[in-house]
């Protein structure tokens, strides 16, 4: 168990060390930093003072090492555009796209998947129908477009819930939480709908397709032939079996759920961080940009990682060896 | 008194978009209590699909379109689904080809008996796994008290095969169907799994339909045995009557393309052509096309089957009108 | 070669779906739509000579206020929204079917020369493939498109965003054709006509690219026709989130992020009217790709 986390860990860190790679390219050679932070009137000494303390004029590698061991302190340098260390803003911005990314795939999860599992069993239903019908409009709606369509008739005609922003919000320790006021709730919503709602028809079509490939395995037909009743048939055999693929593309879609939250934070101005990274593409800010990447990618990582756990638990063939025919 | 088991003129068909398919036509036969009834022909005559017929688990869009089924003498051809599912596993057992895809990789063996038992007989789940560990001695797994926590990709594919044999018998049904259970397992173990089911037959008094394309586990270990042919029966007999003087002419070209073990040959009997596809069943005797005895009438007529000596035959050639 | 299409699975699977032959249908009218746009579009959108202010924010011809000269309403600056979508679909359009050729080119070579050459490169390749489908692609493509932002100035940029919008979509699609097309590679490597045409010294090559790619045309044509649904809407989502095509270009996206402004003082056609065409059109390629990927493979019905 322990050894099977370590070996995991170290197959991401190749994974890590490319995106640092990457984030240190962009921050070192992409725009003239020096340029940017001078701003207009300058001395020579002083492009010279600033280039030194950036430490620019070292050796490529000894930047890059600089580079990776201020991003493991959480050190990514200054913003361009708000002068700011990047490090304050993404903490500051972190709980609001936290809050919303888990709220998200809570709904994506607890919908979809029942959804999935109906319409799987009783795949000619009308209600199946309506369903994938649903789904498949689901796929083609852009996440803005989702996000729009609410703003209209639920803020703009009905009036019922607010548009923009997080609503009232309460600091503990730090942290600020939209989830113990009824107007951070209210809020949350039709940002929460609009990014959850494509992952929830993802993961419904998933579950279906694998519920429709699994009840035709031999072993759901030798339950059958067994006498099991369909709950059991159903719910015990097939569901869990199931569980392997979905557990992944869940996995990935949470992650997936982290990046569109950047359209999503967009359209309803919610201040978390992938506003503040659309922002920063659009000045060019390059050190947020770099920050926000090695972020992500340790999102990924930290979920592939639950995602492998999750398999160990789910899949004996994973836990337990051959142990040999007699 | 009635047979255990009655298949009366059933009819499967399969409908596609260019038409309805028969996969079996007019299929006829009765198994006794305790009587093994061995099904034997090409693959696609219709022997697997008999089997699911009778288990209620035909894939869909296959089903039922005439005849019926009846067990101890009540149809069950037509019972809503609930009332099918109790009879399967506690009336009718069935054991699958493949013993490495049967298995539910998931779960423990225990948990798939002790399920199987606590849904058909009045036991709690101790005693339920009591009775697991003493299905898994009498099918012969080593140390079953030990094994039984085990999952199925600990077992080799013929120790599955007898833990799926167990799942089978494990709530006393008076009818297996056991559609190919060898063919998917090493040639050395067959013969052991073969002599094994037969043995927990005798002695729990379970009658089997037993399909397989293998003569010589028919000659070993069946009453009767059944040859079907392009979904219809084309002979239906005692085992060494159909073995040694078979009456239909494909029965007897089935039987003249077994290598002999007693005595040397330099080329094995074949039979020209091949079954029609489903599709393209000829007029009159499905087997005319290949048949070196054809008659004028069998392009014409379907025969059904006719007394020819011991066993019964759908040919013209023992019609005595 | 007609008879034999129209005697064929997929014709026949195409004439029994209602739904198939109605997503056609609507497709086949939103390219030419937006194709013909410059002679069949009502007004021209960028004509400034042809735009006036006094007729700003007229809501559509259906509703009350409206004027039957702009069917579905005019904008802020008094533009006639249905031409602005026509021309709009144009440049989603273009985009999309660039970006997908793109990646349609670019990964069936690279998976090509992975299931061909094998060892270190297919490593290599796929090893890339992999971290990258760990990353959501819209994600690929911003990041492209804000280094490129980054690195170029601003007024070179605005001449060539097309190109990158085209470029950065691409890039971040193109290992799904790979994988597909090195698994059929590889597949096809290890079968006798190969092993045989190697024993008399023919070249590899060339043979296996005469048995491969018509083995993985029909999953690439599957994959791809998802995948122009998808490259569509990540255009749009990057024009939505300014960083996509040059507002002089504006697609369906800029559209829509424009009149987005406007959908709380009650001019909602601005940005609906560009929203549903968006829907629709991807709705119907989204359809017929489903369609394909049935018709193509049986085994999945």
């Known amino acids: 168990m322990f050894a099977f986390i370590i070996s995991r860990l170290l197959q991401a860190l190749p994974v890590m060390l490319v995106v640092s790679f990457i984030s240190f ?33 070292q050796p490529f590698f000894v930047q890059f090492g600089t580079f990776l061991g201020n991003a493991v302190q959480g050190n990514f340098g200054i913003s361009y555009r708000l002068s700011r260390p990047v490090a304050e803003l993404i903490v500051e911005r972190a709980p609001a796209t936290l809050e919303l990314a888990f709220t998200a795939a809570f709904l994506a999860l607890a919908v979809g998947v029942p959804m999935g599992v109906y319409t799987g069993l009783y795949r000619n239903s009308w209600l199946s129908k309506f369903f994938l019908t649903f789904s498949l409009i689901g796929v083609s709606l852009p996440t803005f477009l989702i996000g729009i369509l609410l703003i209209l008739v639920f803020a703009v005609w009905l009036g ?26 209210k809020a949350l919503v ?3 709908v609009t990014l959850g709602l494509f992952q929830l028809t993802l993961i419904m079509r998933l579950v279906r397709a694998e519920m429709l490939e699994v009840l035709r395995t031999d072993y759901i037909k030798f339950a059958r032939a067994r006498g099991l009743p369909n709950r059991a048939v159903h719910f015990g055999h097939a569901l869990k079996n199931t569980l392997v693929p979905v557990i992944t593309i869940a996995g990935l879609q949470l992650g997936a759920i982290i990046a569109f939250a950047i359209v999503t934070e967009t359209v309803f101005q919610w201040p978390g961080m992938g506003l503040l990274f659309i922002q920063s593409v659009g000045a060019a800010d390059i050190p947020v940009m770099a920050a926000y990447l090695m972020l992500i990618a340790l999102v990924f990582v930290v979920i592939n990682l639950v995602v492998d756990l999750l398999y160990y638990a789910v899949d004996p063939r994973l836990r337990i060896g051959k142990s040999g025919g007699h | ?27 006829s036969f009765a198994i006794e209590p305790g009587e093994v009834l061995g099904v034997v022909g090409e693959s696609g005559a219709g022997k697997s699909m008999t089997g699911a017929a009778i288990i209620g688990l035909l894939e869909p869009p296959g089903r039922i379109a005439g005849g019926q089924i009846l067990l101890e003498g009540r149809r069950i051809d037509n019972l809503p689904y609930e009332e099918m599912r109790r009879i399967r596993g506690r009336h009718i057992g069935a054991i699958f080809q493949d013993p490495l895809t049967t298995l539910n990789p998931l779960y423990t063996i225990g948990r798939q008996l002790v399920e199987t038992i606590t849904t058909h007989l009045p036991l709690n789940p101790a005693q339920a796994r009591e009775r697991a560990i003493e299905w898994l001695e009498l099918v012969g797994i080593p140390a079953a008290r030990d094994r039984i926590d085990a999952y199925p990709h600990q077992f080799s594919g013929g120790m599955r095969q007898r833990v799926v044999i167990a799942l089978a018998l494990c709530a006393e049904p008076k009818l297996i169907v056991a559609d190919e259970p ?52 084309a002979e239906i007999g005692p085992v060494r009557e159909v073995v040694k003087h078979a009456k239909h002419p494909y029965s007897s070209g089935l039987m003249a393309s077994i290598p002999p073990l007693d005595r040397r040959v330099d080329k094995l009997a074949a039979i020209d052509g091949s079954m029609p596809r489903l599709s393209a069943i000829p007029q009159g005797c499905a087997y005319n096309p290949r048949c070196p005895q054809v008659m004028e009438r069998c392009r014409q007529q379907r025969p059904d089957l006719l007394p020819a000596g011991e066993t019964r035959a759908a040919c013209w050639l023992y019609a005595h009108d | 070669m007609m008879r034999r299409f129209f005697d064929s699975d997929i014709w026949w699977s195409f004439t029994r779906s209602w739904v198939t032959i109605i997503s056609a249908i609507v497709a086949a009218i939103c390219i030419f739509g937006a194709v013909l746009s410059p002679w069949i579009a009502p007004h021209n959108p960028f004509d400034l000579t042809s735009i006036d202010l006094m007729d700003a924010f007229k809501p559509p011809a259906f509703s009350e206020g409206g004027d039957a000269r702009f069917p579905l309403g005019t904008d802020n600056q008094g533009r006639d929204v249905l031409s602005a979508i026509m021309y709009g679909a144009q440049v989603s359009l273009l985009v999309g079917f660039a970006a997908t050729l793109f990646a349609v080119l670019l990964g069936v070579t690279l998976g ?21 489908l760990t990353f959501p692609s819209i994600l690929v493509a911003l990041l492209i498109d804000g280094i490129v932002r980054a690195a170029l100035p601003r007024e070179m940029h605005d001449q060539i965003a097309l190109y990158v919008v085209i470029f950065a979509i691409g890039i971040s699609e193109w290992p799904k054709f790979a994988r597909t097309v090195r698994g059929s590679t590889l597949v096809e490597r290890n079968k006798e006509y ?25 999953p690439v044509l599957v994959i791809g026709t998802l995948n122009l649904a998808l490259a569509i809407l990540a255009e749009a989502t990057l024009s939505f989130l300014g960083v996509g095509v040059p507002p002089t270009q504006p697609s369906l996206g800029t559209l829509i992020r424009f009149g987005n402004d406007y959908l709380f003082s ?7 009217f560009p929203g549903l065409a968006l829907i629709i059109m991807v709705l119907s390629v989204n359809l017929l790709g489903d369609w394909l990927r049935d018709a193509l493979n049986p085994k999945l019905r």
Do not use: C
């Open chain 1, 25 to 57: 390219a962009m921050f070192a050679y992409v725009g003239d930093p020096v340029a940017i932070m001078l701003g207009q009137d300058f001395t020579e000494e002083q492009r010279q003072a600033l280039i030194r303390q950036l430490g620019l004029d």
């Open chain 3, 266 to 272: 009650g001019e909602w056609w601005i940005t609906i």
């Open chain 2, 182 to 233: 060898t063919t998917a397992l090493d040639v050395s173990i067959q013969a052991q799994v073969i002599a094994l089911l037969k043995r927990l037959a005798r002695e729990k008094g379970t009658a089997m339909m037993l399909v397989t394309h293998d003569m010589g586990v028919i000659a070993e270990t069946a009453d009767r045995v059944a040859v079907m042919y392009a979904g219809r029966v």
């Open chain 1, 160 to 185: 019922w819930l607010p548009s923009f922003g997080r609503g009232e919000v309460v600091n503990i320790a730090g942290w600020t939480s939209g989830f113990f006021t009824w107007g951070g709730l």
């Open chain 1, 190 to 192: 039709l940002p929460a």
């Open chain 2, 1 to 27: 008194m009635n047979s255990l088991l009655e298949v009366r003129n059933l009819r499967v068909e399969f409908p596609t978009r260019r038409g309805t398919l028969v996969a079996l036509d007019d299929v």
């Open chain 3, 112 to 132: 090509l020369l992975a299931g061909y050459l094998g060892g270190t490169v297919d490593a290599l390749l796929m090893r890339i493939a992999d971290i990258q």
């Open chain 3, 194 to 218: 190969v092993l045989a045409a190697r024993v008399i010294g023919l070249g590899q090559g060339a043979i296996m690219l005469r048995h491969v790619l018509p083995n993985v045309l029909g």
